[in-house]
C-alpha cells in the first residue's frame, strides 16, 4: 500500500515538514509519485522511516544514521532482521534505565511528601537507574586522573541533598542573572557580567576544585566545543553557551 506524506505523517505522528527534511536528506525518500505528482511511501519507506525513528531515539545525529541505512543497503550491517533485533534490544535496555529512573523519582517524592528522615536505603533507591558512569568517563575524558578531578570526586563524595540542592539554587541563580543580562544586549565585558562570572567561578571553587581565572577559562571553552555542554547550556536561554563563555574569557582580560 502506498501513503501520501500526508497519510504517513497522521498515521506516524511524524510532521509533514519533518517528512519533507528526511526526504532532503536523503533518509526517507518516497519511492514513488502520483499521477498529480504528490509523494507516496510504499511499506519499504515506512519501515525505513521507523529505522531512522528508532536511530532518533537512541541518541544518533542525522548524519551518522545516514551512514548507518546506507551501509546496511550495501549489505555491510547484516539483514534487516538482524538490525531490527539489534534496535530492539537497545531499546529494552533503554526502557530498563528509564524505569529504574522513574523509581528513583517516585523514591524522592515518597520521602518529600512524608517528610522524613533520610535512611541509607532511602539513599539508594534515589539514585538507581542513574549512569553515574557515563559521567565520570566524561570527567575524566576532560581531566584525566588531574588533580582537579581527584579534588571533585573527593568533596562530592560526602555531598548529601542539602548540598546538592544548594548547589543547584546557586547555579539557577547565576545562570538567570547572565540570561537577563544577555537578554538586555550587555556586553561579555560588562561590569555587571563580570561580577556573575566571578561569581560562577567561586562556585566551582567552593563546591568542586581551586579554579583559578585560567582554570576557569579552560573550562569555559568546553561549553561551546563539547556539544553535550552546549546543549545543557542553551536549555537556558538560545544562545547562552557562548555569551558565558565569552564572559568568562572578557574577564581574564
Given at each position: 500500500m502506498a501513503f501520501t506524506v500526508g497519510e504517513l505523517a497522521k498515521l506516524t505522528g511524524v510532521t509533514v515538514r519533518a517528512l519533507h527534511h528526511y526526504d532532503e536528506l536523503g533518509l526517507v525518500r518516497p519511492s514513488a509519485r502520483s499521477d498529480a505528482g504528490y509523494r507516496l511511501y510504499d511499506d519499504a519507506d515506512v519501515m525505513r522511516l521507523q529505522q531512522v525513528l528508532v536511530y532518533r531515539e537512541l541518541g544518533l545525529p542525522l548524519e551518522?544514521?545516514?551512514?548507518?541505512?546506507?551501509?546496511?543497503?550495501?549489505?555491510?550491517?547484516?539483514?534487516?532482521?538482524?538490525?531490527?533485533?539489534?534496535?530492539?534490544?537497545?531499546?529494552?535496555?533503554?526502557?530498563?534505565?528509564?524505569?529504574?529512573?522513574?523509581?528513583?523519582?517516585?523514591?524522592?517524592?515518597?520521602?518529600?511528601?512524608?517528610?522524613?528522615?533520610?535512611?541509607?536505603?532511602?539513599?539508594?533507591?534515589?539514585?538507581?537507574?542513574?549512569?553515574?558512569?557515563?559521567?565520570?568517563?566524561e570527567a575524566k575524558e576532560k581531566w584525566g586522573d588531574g588533580e582537579a578531578w581527584k579534588e571533585s570526586a573527593r568533596r562530592t563524595k560526602g555531598y548529601g541533598k542539602a548540598e546538592w540542592e544548594q548547589i543547584r539554587r546557586d547555579w539557577d541563580a547565576i545562570y538567570a542573572r547572565l540570561a537577563e543580562l544577555m537578554r538586555e544586549g550587555a556586553a561579555p565585558d560588562d561590569p555587571r557580567c563580570k561580577g556573575m562570572v566571578e561569581a560562577h567561578r567561586a562556585h566551582i571553587d567552593r563546591w568542586f576544585y581551586p579554579c583559578s581565572p585560567e582554570m576557569h577559562a579552560a573550562v569555559a571553552e568546553m561549553y561551546v566545543s563539547d556539544p553535550r555542554f552546549t546543549a545543557n547550556f542553551e536549555k537556558v536561554a538560545p544562545g547562552f553557551a557562548q555569551f558565558l563563555r565569552d564572559a568568562i574569557v572578557a574577564a581574564r582580560s
Open positions: 551518522q544514521i545516514a551512514a548507518v541505512l546506507e551501509a546496511a543497503a550495501d549489505g555491510r550491517a547484516g539483514d534487516r532482521a538482524d538490525a531490527l533485533r539489534g534496535h530492539r534490544a537497545a531499546l529494552v535496555e533503554k526502557r530498563g534505565r528509564l524505569d529504574a529512573m522513574l523509581s528513583a523519582i517516585d523514591a524522592a517524592l515518597r520521602l518529600e511528601e512524608g517528610k522524613t528522615a533520610m535512611q541509607p536505603d532511602d539513599v539508594k533507591s534515589m539514585f538507581e537507574g542513574f549512569d553515574h558512569a557515563q559521567y565520570e568517563a
